[in-house]
């Protein structure tokens, strides 16, 4: 057998040789012997040879540990490694066969291991959803809603595959909300968690995607499309704010919750969105040239919508900024500690309790922020202004062809016009004294 001194002997030449030692020497014959490569390097390497059925084998076993820092194995090491495969061919296993499966399975092991490492649960699929609606005015209401519904009900589905997430699994979930009494929400959870699925299929689907280190979810089908919506949960919006009600709300509720107050005033004024005034910015307020723009990134629809400031709608926004302009970025910001935050506005969830708290002591009926959406466009028409218009005005988008692919135009002057005729109309209704005498006049 091989010694250290024999091995360190073995001195290095322009082309690499091997040497052997005689493979009966100290060994039963047919179990195979130790042979050293040196390379032109001085380095050198182990192998273990032998002859089955008339054939040579060589198989590696590794580098030679020249020195005690080095890495590699030591001739002791490696003597080891002889026995151990000596044995198995005294046993009848070629050796050079058995290592070559044992590297296969071991290269399938890794590779299962990272593609199972890869592959996207239940919770990542619902992060990668909540990562899609960032810096939309969903998101919050998203997550929330999956946080209280989804993951604190049901921990151990979050860590099952995406894919194989049933049915049933979902009917379990929607089954757990409406035994608690919930309704309305049912179906709002239940599309969520179909947007979730259908952006997990068509974002691993899309020809142009590049990114293949996100998780993959591998979904055929989307498990919430079985599930039916509960028809007689759905509470369509009806309530209109009555001529009463709305002058009370114009001249008070700014007295004792401004921010709040303004928001609902412009609201009423304009036919916007309340959840989306609360988040813009001073800088989207256009007061000298009468305008606002709603942002892409606020909007619904992801579109610029600019809007005309008529006259009540100034007498709300004038005094707002002044107020605010100083002390944040936004036009109705957050407040903490009785101080305005530079940086961050006023929460929806905040509009919505003051709105109620308003209405704790308000005598007429009570209403809700998206009230004001749907008293303006219902009054709206009631004042004259065309159906397309109003739509226009509330940006809503018109799907009929040309106007999708060929009208380009803003009709900004047109929205001065419908802006206008509600002015006047809002005008009657708010200052019903000064809108007598105008009518006796007339």
Known sequence: ?????????????????????????????????????????????????????????????????????????????????????????????????????????????????????????????????LDKLEGKASHSRVKQSFDRYVRRKNPDLLKQYANEVTSTDIQRILKQMIQSGLTTQVNRTRSQLHAAFEYGIKQENDPRRTNDDTAQFNLEFNPVSHIPKQADYERVGEHVIADDDMRRIWEEITEEYFIVGSAIKLALATGQRAGELIRLKIEDFNVKDKYFTIPASVSKNRKDHIIPLNDLALEVVTPLLEEVSDASIYTFPG??????????????????????????????????????????????????????????????????????????????SEKQGGMKVWNDYLDLIIHPRKNVTKLRRA
Not at 353 to 363: L, S, T, W
Not at 364 to 384: N, Y
């Open 335 to 412: 407040v903490k500690d009785g101080y305005y935050l530079e940086d961050t506005p006023i929460h929806p969830s905040t509009l919505a309790q003051h709105v109620r708290d308003y209405c704790e002591d308000y005598e007429g009926e009570k209403f809700v922020p998206r009230d004001c959406r749907r008293t303006w466009k219902t009054l709206g028409g009631k004042a004259g202004i065309s159906k397309e218009l109003r739509d226009r005005i509330q940006n809503h988008v018109i799907q009929d062809v040309s106007t999708k692919h060929y009208d380009k135009y803003d009709y900004f």
């Open 1 to 129: 057998m091989w010694n250290d001194r024999e091995i360190k002997g073995l001195k290095p030449s322009e082309k690499r040789y091997r040497r052997t030692k005689s493979m009966s020497i100290g060994r039963k014959r047919g179990v195979g012997g130790l042979m050293v490569e040196v390379h032109p390097s001085g380095n050198k390497v182990f192998y273990f040879q032998y002859v089955l059925t008339g054939q040579r084998y060589i198989v590696s076993i590794g580098p030679y540990k020249a020195t005690p820092g080095a890495s590699g194995l030591t001739l002791e090491q490696a003597s080891k490694k002889v026995t151990e495969y000596g044995e198995m061919l005294s046993k009848g296993v070629n050796v050079a066969e058995h290592l070559t499966k044992e590297r296969e399975v071991e290269v399938l092991r890794i590779k299962q291991a990272k593609e199972a490492a890869k592959r996207g649960t239940f919770d990542q699929l619902l992060d990668t959803y």
